[in-house]
């Protein structure tokens, strides 16, 4: 072991100059040439070039013209530099104090409909961008409400944003709350 | 449960298996030395390396100096990252302006990457700065995987040998494995996961001002590259917190189908390069056969747990069809359930959803695959090589049963290699069921739980399993980032790692002196279905012999609690 201590230490310093600057340098300069907006974070901006927020990060809303996000485990909600699931076992009674809870706060906001799973849990990343389609839906009406517009206006804005599995198959059709939200200021006006 | 789901499941395994076939050729013929058609490119660069370490690619070493050297080499891999982690706060490219990593925590972090485990103890985008991720991490990401492709190369050529000398030079095998196979697939894979979304910079921080106006702190990486090289290299250390489960980690259904197959193609690239170079396709094929039934059925089951109604949504009568704590939309079940399978049965241990929040069945599953020792199809080359430990046993087992010399691979099998595949295969319940036993009654241990009763026994088995079988996956309610389990989780990995590693090397050069055996009627057959039942037998029996007792206190019983739960709601 000991005479392979300086091939050891020379192959161990070769190694960090290829795999720990050389190829990640290198893959950062084509990602930053060829895909900026992806490599940079999928940036969102408004009208006058301010960063609002990425396509790919979930954020909080809580305006009752604006669809709802689901809950997060990360800080005190969708807090980007602090990534978290809940961690919670199944039977633990925190958990289904939250989910109780969580179920009546929109059953008094957005009425009877059946809860989805997704609207009650948070997600694993603390920072889930979507929704699904069923709970983008039960909150159409609460939305239309809100902005005095009709609950099918608000429905034709969700569809268009609503994306569908990879191929039919691979993943779950979803509900981008951002842009959905954006789309909605866009077409009905920011004050709702 | 749907048909789309069960579509996206057998996609995701098959692609893997099929992946693996040609990229295992590929890889046998860059342990061969054999000619290749990146070598105009990488000839040079491979005889730069030889050259400044003075070494000699072409002296096949004996297998205590293959080990010495595989021992020494990541020695100096764990110095060097444990020196970056410690000094973060004065090295260069910390736009994050993190300071230094605690003692304990830099050494967890550094055996868990060395160790091929990447256990994270760290928090990602709140503890490592982009140099520790890049010059530090990245780089274990591959020497690790390759240092698992050096137990296998060493272990087939055991088997080839006609009275030989040497395993191989391990220089040569690590080289080799990293130039030709790694790093190009890590480079291809990298770009395409940076067009597709994952973040690749090398800024700090983006502040947003969100639509409602609260601010939002967007943390910038540069991920590709390192997302990459933790599927392929089957490492799992994520560049974030919460892994695959972080969207500027995973972004899209594509790049999850995508990642999910790269976490198991080079495990399963490592079965097939074993066949051919050990000359023996057909019997590994039925190593890979008997590794591809475990694997299916468990995901056939742990789609099926993870559609059972969970008690708290039933208790709040919502929709109950879906566990959905802890997992993304874009995912939902079936892309969550099936990444949590091919994650615990390779050794890779990223996940996309939280396991902590499995139903309690599912988390069993996930420690059981754990337990079974990483060979579902393992880490790279790791995972091919204690694959043929079970084999060496099975023969042993049906050796005894008939009274005849066990014989594999035209090898025989004799006490000595027995005795070292025993050593390789009870280190793991040694270090999980030990450590498991002290933390379960040491206060101090027990101040990091946060579920109660056996959810959080099934936290400290968890974390026990996942260090010692080298995966890194983790129920991530336990608090670890603490002195007590940094570091026993620390020596576990090393432990889980290192004497299987030393075991295996030592059959190889147990094996290499033997003559070959020329085929012959009396010998058991090790390529047909009967020796496939056996070898599943074997394997499960020594998992659940071991283990089940600790998975009944565990998810076992919290399993009918929840029963109890959803019939009294």
Same mark, same amino acid.
């Given at each position: 072991?000991?005479?392979?201590?300086?091939?050891?230490?020379?192959?161990?310093?070769? +190694?960090?100059?290829?795999?720990?600057?050389?190829?990640?340098?290198?893959?950062?300069?084509?990602?930053?040439?060829?895909?900026?907006?992806?490599?940079? #974070?999928?940036?969102?901006?408004?009208?006058? #070039?301010?960063?609002?927020?990425?396509?790919?990060?979930?954020?909080?809303?809580?305006?009752?013209?604006?669809?709802?996000?689901?809950?997060?485990?990360?800080? =005190?909600?969708?807090?980007?530099?602090?990534?978290?699931?809940?961690?919670?076992?199944?039977?633990?009674?925190?958990?289904?104090?939250?989910?109780?809870?969580?179920?009546?706060?929109?059953?008094? /906001?957005? !009425?009877?409909? &059946?809860?989805?799973?997704?609207?009650?849990?948070?997600?694993?990343?603390?920072? =889930?961008?979507?929704?699904?389609?069923?709970?983008?839906?039960?909150?159409?009406?609460?939305?239309?409400?809100?902005?005095?517009?009709?609950?099918?206006?608000?429905?034709?804005?969700?569809?268009?944003?609503?994306? %569908?599995?990879?191929?039919?198959?691979?993943?779950?059709?979803?509900?981008?709350?951002?842009?959905?939200?954006?789309?909605?200021?866009?077409?009905? %006006?920011?004050?709702? | 449960? *749907?048909?789309?789901?069960?579509?996206?499941?057998?996609?995701?395994?098959?692609?893997?298996?099929?992946?693996? @076939?040609?990229?295992?050729?590929?890889?046998?013929?860059?342990?061969?030395? /054999?000619?290749?058609?990146?070598?105009?490119?990488?000839?040079?660069?491979?005889?730069?390396?030889?050259?400044?370490?003075?070494?000699?690619?072409?002296?096949?070493? %004996?297998?205590?100096?293959?080990?010495?050297?595989?021992?020494?080499?990541?020695?100096?891999?764990?110095?060097?990252?444990?020196?970056?982690?410690?000094?973060?706060?004065?090295?260069?490219?910390?736009?994050?302006?993190?300071?230094? &990593?605690?003692?304990?925590?830099?050494?967890?972090?550094?055996?868990?990457?060395?160790?091929?485990?990447? @256990?994270?103890?760290?928090?990602?985008?709140?503890?490592?700065?982009?140099?520790?991720?890049?010059?530090?991490?990245?780089?274990?990401?591959?020497?690790?995987?390759?240092?698992?492709?050096?137990?296998?190369?060493?272990?087939?050529? #055991?088997?080839?040998?006609?009275?030989?000398?040497?395993?191989? *030079? $391990? @220089?040569?095998?690590?080289?080799?494995?990293?130039?030709?196979?790694?790093?190009?697939?890590? +480079?291809?894979?990298?770009?395409?996961?940076?067009?597709?979304?994952?973040?690749?910079?090398?800024?700090?921080?983006?502040?947003?001002? !969100?639509?409602?106006?609260?601010?939002?702190?967007?943390?910038?990486?540069?991920?590709?590259?390192?997302?990459?090289?933790?599927?392929?290299?089957?490492?799992?250390?994520?560049?974030? *917190?919460?892994?695959?489960?972080?969207?500027?980690?995973?972004?899209?259904?594509?790049?999850?189908?995508?990642?999910?197959?790269?976490?198991?193609?080079?495990?399963?690239?490592? +079965?097939?390069?074993?066949?051919?170079?050990?000359?023996?396709?057909?019997?590994?094929?039925?190593?890979?056969?008997?590794?591809?039934?475990?694997?299916?059925?468990?995901?056939?089951?742990?789609?099926?747990?993870?559609?059972?109604?969970?008690?708290?949504?039933?208790?709040?009568?919502?929709?109950?069809?879906?566990?959905?704590?802890?997992?993304?939309?874009?995912?939902?079940?079936?892309?969550?359930?099936?990444?949590?399978?091919?994650?615990?049965?390779?050794?890779?241990?990223?996940?996309?959803?939280?396991?902590?929040? +499995?139903?309690?069945?599912?988390?069993?599953?996930?420690?059981?695959?754990?337990?079974?020792?990483?060979?579902?199809?393992?880490?790279?080359?790791?995972?091919?090589?204690?694959?043929?430990?079970?084999?060496?046993?099975?023969?042993?087992?049906?050796?005894?049963?008939?009274?005849?010399?066990?014989?594999?691979?035209?090898?025989?099998?004799?006490?000595?290699?027995?005795? $070292?595949?025993?050593?390789? &295969?009870?280190?793991?319940?040694?270090?999980?069921?030990? $450590?498991?036993?002290?933390?379960?009654?040491?206060?101090?241990?027990?101040?990091?739980?946060?579920?109660?009763?056996?959810?959080?026994?099934?936290?400290?088995?968890?974390?026990?399993?996942?260090?010692?079988?080298?995966?890194?996956?983790?129920?991530?309610?336990?608090?670890?980032?603490?002195?007590?389990?940094?570091?026993?989780?620390?020596?576990?990995?090393? $432990?889980?790692?290192?004497?299987?590693?030393?075991?295996?090397?030592?059959?190889?050069?147990?094996?290499?002196?033997?003559?070959?055996?020329?085929?012959?009627?009396?010998?058991?057959?090790? =390529?047909?279905?009967?020796?496939? %039942?056996?070898?599943?037998? &074997?394997?499960?029996?020594?998992?659940?012999?071991?283990?089940?007792?600790?998975?009944?206190?565990?998810?076992?019983?919290?399993?009918?609690?929840?029963?109890?739960?959803?019939?009294?709601?």
């Amino acid at each position: 072991m000991v005479n392979s201590f300086r091939p050891a230490i020379v192959m161990m310093a070769l +190694f960090t100059l290829l795999l720990g600057l050389a190829y990640p340098l290198a893959v950062t300069g084509i990602a930053q040439a060829a895909f900026p907006g992806q490599a940079n #974070g999928s940036l969102v901006r408004d009208a006058g #070039g301010r960063v609002v927020g990425s396509a790919l990060i979930g954020q909080p809303f809580v305006g009752a013209t604006y669809l709802h996000p689901r809950p997060s485990a990360a800080g =005190d909600g969708y807090d980007a530099a602090a990534s978290s699931g809940s961690n919670m076992g199944p039977l633990n009674p925190d958990l289904a104090a939250r989910v109780a809870e969580n179920a009546q706060a929109i059953r008094a /906001e957005d !009425g009877a409909g &059946v809860i989805p799973a997704d609207a009650v849990t948070t997600s694993g990343s603390g920072l =889930d961008p979507d929704v699904s389609p069923a709970y983008a839906r039960l909150q159409a009406a609460r939305i239309a409400r809100a902005r005095g517009v009709s609950v099918q206006q608000v429905q034709t804005i969700i569809d268009s944003q609503t994306e %569908g599995a990879f191929l039919g198959f691979i993943g779950q059709p979803r509900v981008n709350v951002l842009l959905t939200n954006r789309a909605l200021d866009a077409r009905f %006006g920011a004050e709702g | 449960m *749907n048909i789309q789901g069960w579509g996206e499941i057998a996609l995701t395994l098959g692609l893997a298996v099929l992946l693996g @076939w040609p990229i295992g050729i590929y890889m046998s013929r860059v342990w061969n030395g /054999e000619r290749t058609w990146l070598d105009p490119v990488l000839k040079p660069v491979e005889a730069v390396f030889y050259g400044a370490a003075g070494v000699d690619p072409k002296r096949s070493q %004996g297998w205590l100096g293959y080990a010495g050297a595989l021992l020494a080499f990541n020695l100096a891999g764990f110095v060097l990252l444990y020196a970056i982690l410690r000094l973060q706060g004065v090295l260069p490219l910390n736009p994050q302006g993190f300071a230094g &990593v605690s003692p304990h925590l830099a050494f967890n972090t550094a055996v868990s990457f060395v160790t091929n485990t990447n @256990w994270q103890s760290y928090g990602g985008e709140a503890t490592m700065s982009t140099f520790s991720q890049m010059v530090g991490l990245t780089v274990q990401n591959f020497v690790s995987a390759a240092t698992g492709a050096t137990i296998a190369a060493a272990l087939a050529r #055991g088997f080839v040998a006609h009275r030989g000398e040497g395993v191989g *030079n $391990f @220089w040569a095998d690590l080289t080799r494995t990293t130039l030709y196979v790694l790093l190009p697939a890590a +480079f291809v894979l990298a770009v395409v996961l940076a067009g597709l979304g994952i973040v690749q910079s090398l800024a700090a921080n983006v502040q947003a001002t !969100g639509v409602e106006g609260g601010t939002q702190t967007l943390p910038l990486f540069p991920a590709a590259s390192q997302v990459a090289i933790k599927q392929l290299g089957i490492n799992g250390g994520g560049v974030f *917190n919460v892994n695959g489960a972080h969207p500027f980690e995973n972004p899209s259904p594509l790049t999850n189908l995508i990642t999910a197959v790269a976490i198991n193609v080079m495990g399963w690239a490592a +079965f097939f390069a074993f066949g051919r170079t050990a000359l023996a396709g057909r019997d590994i094929k039925a190593l890979a056969t008997a590794a591809v039934i475990i694997l299916t059925v468990s995901s056939a089951a742990m789609y099926a747990i993870e559609t059972q109604p969970a008690p708290a949504l039933v208790a709040a009568h919502v929709d109950a069809s879906a566990n959905m704590e802890g997992k993304e939309v874009r995912f939902g079940v079936p892309a969550s359930t099936i990444w949590s399978v091919v994650t615990t049965g390779a050794s890779n241990g990223s996940v996309n959803a939280m396991h902590a929040s +499995f139903m309690p069945l599912g988390g069993g599953l996930q420690m059981f695959l754990m337990q079974l020792g990483e060979i579902l199809p393992g880490g790279i080359g790791s995972g091919i090589a204690i694959m043929v430990v079970m084999a060496l046993l099975s023969v042993f087992v049906a050796g005894l049963m008939v009274g005849r010399t066990p014989e594999y691979l035209g090898k025989k099998i004799e006490a000595r290699e027995i005795q $070292f595949a025993m050593i390789a &295969v009870l280190v793991l319940p040694l270090a999980i069921l030990g $450590f498991s036993a002290v933390s379960a009654v040491f206060p101090t241990a027990l101040a990091g739980l946060l579920n109660d009763g056996p959810h959080g026994l099934s936290e400290i088995l968890y974390a026990y399993t996942s260090a010692a079988a080298n995966n890194g996956s983790a129920f991530a309610g336990l608090t670890a980032n603490a002195p007590w389990w940094n570091t026993t989780l620390g020596l576990g990995m090393l $432990f889980g790692r290192f004497i299987p590693a030393v075991a295996v090397l030592a059959i190889a050069g147990s094996l290499v002196v033997k003559p070959k055996l020329a085929p012959s009627a009396g010998a058991l057959p090790t =390529d047909n279905g009967l020796f496939i %039942g056996l070898l599943i037998g &074997v394997i499960l029996i020594l998992g659940g012999l071991q283990f089940l007792p600790a998975l009944a206190l565990g998810p076992i019983v919290e399993h009918f609690q929840v029963l109890a739960a959803v019939a009294g709601a």
